[in-house]
């Protein structure tokens, strides 16, 4: 029998506001241990929560930017359960009442097709402490808890681990764009849990799902939606059942592993957190929000192939990063030349600058821009610019200050390229007999000898041309 | 006449003049409470030396001519619920016995601004459960009127401490008549203001949609005064309501012309003592004869309000007390596992009723009851609401006894949590509505035991509850009575 996998996605994202959720603490996360605490987010008896604005703000515009529809109210909720990195012994999140419900996220597949992945909700809560182990005690770190978080929940339209890895990229790239957060995994900025079940090809009802948790990559993502849709395929062809059940993941032997079955499942005792009013988002901020919103990554790649027209390829990997798509605008403005920007950023900036960090290379738009402009003057050679960019990556230097310094302007004046050309052509009697009888293959020996003669610098196309003239006149 | 017989007002008014010297008149309280802490044990810590060099500071700042307040140089009390910076605040639990807070409560806060001297903390039950004080780790709080009662509880310390000259001022909380049960078993004055009047910041939590901070004073007067100098918005607490806090002190007049008093059927049933009773009823013909007019109102759904307020009240006290695990502060038992460290701490931390309250809230908010009990409940809240939002379209200020009962004895109830439970019979539905409710002394029975009255009143108007209550304390002499100590 062949079977079907349907997955959904839990997506927790961190936001990147200046301060935590409920209190004043800086969110700065290279402080020292409980550097970033106060009586709010370590649970002090008495201490009270107020919710921070901006977090509000940040969770709209993903709200907004994935289609959901935004509560007029939502309803802050306790999650209760005992935990030492959870200081009040409960987790304020929402629960019946989330912030936005009914929302779609459009991602790529490797056929080049678009597929919609609708969602359930995005609510907002906060994050929990971090316990470190010690050889003898245990100890909690408070500095992420009350970090604001956004959970985006997905419908179960996944069916595979590209499917998967794809709008959970998909994610990430919104939140860079919408600059909400940092959407790292590894850092744990952006976390997933993953919803899986199987079911034989072309039936409706969904099999028996299985929870997957603590994958910190793309790839263990990936890896461990194939190593449970493998797991659970055996099992069924087996004959046996499948067990609602959470798994982790286990990155050193690549498999999952039982955590705890349904029966040992929390019962969180949700009921609506009475020191917090309930959330209004007044129709009116959500139309400011709205307006505020940048192109997100797709419509800025339709917009670059039908302006620029650049290649799909081309145009996706501009877009992976709005950092690097900004900078490709920033340099078509100063240049003007979108084909040769695009060129020159695929194929020379990426071999030096990572896609995330182009924004604090040497070279700024600027440079290249103007790098490109010298090209197209033909104030310098393509060649002699690939070495003017590796002089720019080293000094931080402009093109043209570069150019002037080390005297490399390509020479394009007749009156100097002549008396060059009429000296190659009297130190080389034989050869230029040989090309007038007809070997016109001696063309680039003279072409060859010009350029030696000026270290590269003559410009080519002229001396192609009054090379021409000068032997057609002998 | 001692120092600590005065009221905040007088006292004031002798500060100001100069006459006396806030360190003479927190000596004087001191002393008094040397001499009374023993028999009525209404103080859990008793902050002397830094009472004493406060009351000095301040009588400098008078000398050098600064503008002060007219709380400034008076001693008060706190119950042990509210944080103190560097003064041990222990709930009257055990698992908080030694805990230090690191910051003040917003109330603690606008009472140091005030220049008030604070003379300890007051006894209480555990974590504010309770309605005889019975329930401290500390002991039980004695009735100064007699010493076998108990003065009510939950904030029993306060209104014990301001019965007797302990302090001329304190502040406690209402949960579910917290303030205004032992205001009335002990003959003071005691408010519980509109939720979100006064900032929870730095209160301990017992039930978050309830808990209210209120004062207790000798006068209407004095409660009047203290209300006014921790009340309005608080950034700290998203619940505190941003409203101007008016200046109470207008609106305390003589008469009553023109006032329409409601007085609901339903406080009047087949539990209320008769002696108490009939003190209610002379209570409402003095009013009358102030000018009042006395109509008969209906609150419908007032019987659901005490097993509404039990839903509630447990329900949010099992997640408000989870913090209390041994991990950050406060005991902590021996342990080999995580999970028997908490078991440990909080089985040897918290005391019986404590436990009672967290197993029935956990069990009323566990899957597939929530709906029948917790929601349910919410629902109840709004038809309570109700009835006393029409209710007040009909009349400015409700009238009703305070407690069923008058004080009764230690002991007595203790065996019995659902007698207990209905000794707040006329207290919770305000709580549950979130309305103003003031007590005051109406009178005694034939042991001497104080009997209250009870005024309740529309959101954010404490002040119709002060002009009414102070016209009666005009026309009457209960409130200047003293329990003989």
Redesign the interface.
Known sequence: MNFEAVMGLEVHVQLKTKSKIFCRCSTHFDARENENIC?VC??????????NEEAVHMACKMALATNCKVQSVSVFA?K?Y?Y?DL????QISQYDQPLAIDGWVEIPLSNKEIKKIRLERIHMEEDAGKNVHGSHFSY?NFNRAGIPLIEVVSKPDLRSSEEAGNYLRSIQRMVRYLEIGDGNMEEGSLRCDVNISLRPTGAEKLGTKVEIKNMNSFRFVENAIEYEIERQKEALQNGQKIIQETRLWDSNQNKTFSMRSKEEAH?Y???PE????PLEVAPKALEIIKTQLPELALEKQKRFMRDYQLSQADSGTLVQEKSLADYFEAVVKECQAPRLASNWILSELLREVEASSVSKSKITPKHLGQLILLIQKGTISGKIAKTVFEKMLQSGDLPQKIVETEGWVQISDDAELEPIIEAVVKENPNLVKAYQAGDAKKFGFFVGQVMKKTQGQANPQKVNELLKKKLGDV | MELYDLTISEASQKLQSKEISSEELTQSVLKRIEATQKQLNSFITITKEAALLQAKKVDEKRKRGDALSALAGIPIGLKDIFLTQGIRTTCASKILEGFIPAYDSTVTARLKKNDVVLVGKLNMDEFAMGSSNENSFFGPVKNPWDLERTPGGSSGGSAAAVASGQCLGAFGTDTGGSIRLPASLSSVVGLKPTYGRVSRYGVIAFASSLDQVGPFGKTVLDTALLLKSVAGEDAYDATSVRKPVPNYEQFLKKDLKGVKLGIPKEYFSKGLNSQVEASVQKALSDLKSLGASLIEISLPHTAYAIPTYYLVCTAEASSNLARYDGVKYGYRAEATSLAEMYAKTRGQGFGAEVKRRIMLGTFVLSSGYYDAYYKKASQVRTLLKKDFEDAFLKCDVIVTPSSPTTAFKIGEKIEDPLTMYLTDVFTTSANLAGIPGLVLPCGFDDQNLPIGLQLLGPYFQEEKLFHVGHAYEQATEWHKRKPKL
């Open positions: 009586p370590t649970g002090m008896p008495g201490s009270l929560p107020v919710l306790r209760n005992f030492p200081p009040k012994g409960y909690v019962d005792r949700y009921f009475p020191d917090l009013m």
